[in-house]
Nanobody, 113 residues
C-alpha cells in the first residue's frame, strides 16, 4: 500500500518561508505525477501544486511566484518550497499521489504574527 509522510510544517510569520517534505514509499515514485493540496477548516481541499514524473510543474494562481514544487526521484521525495507566506496560506498541507488516490497524514502550516 502506498505510503506518504509529510513533514516540515510549523508556525511562521507573514513574509517567512517553509519547506515541506513528503517521503514516499511502497510504489515506484519516479513513474508518477505528485501533488500538494491544502485544506482549511470548513473548506474543500484545494490543489496547490503538481509535478509530473518528468518534472513539469503547475501551480494554483494564488501561489504562483511564491511556491516551488520539486522532486528527488533518487530519494523518493517530494518538496514544496514556500516563500513570502501569507496568512491565507494557513492550513493543513497534504502530499498526494493522484494515480493511487493516496494521501499523507498532513502537516500544519500556520502563518501568523
Amino acid at each position: 500500500q502506498v505510503r506518504l509522510v509529510e513533514s516540515g510544517g510549523g508556525l511562521v510569520q507573514p513574509g517567512g518561508s517553509l519547506r515541506l517534505s513528503c517521503a514516499a514509499s511502497l510504489f515506484i515514485f519516479r513513474h508518477y505525477s505528485m501533488a500538494w493540496y491544502r485544506q482549511v477548516p470548513g473548506k474543500q481541499r484545494e490543489l496547490v501544486a503538481s509535478i509530473t514524473s518528468g518534472g513539469t510543474a503547475d501551480y494554483a494562481d494564488s501561489v504562483k511566484g511564491r511556491f516551488t514544487i520539486s522532486r528527488d526521484n533518487a530519494k523518493n521525495a517530494l518538496y514544496l518550497q514556500m516563500i513570502n507566506l501569507e496568512p491565507e496560506d494557513t492550513g493543513v498541507y497534504y502530499c498526494n499521489s493522484p494515480r493511487h488516490n493516496a494521501w499523507g497524514q498532513g502537516t500544519q502550516v500556520t502563518v501568523s504574527l
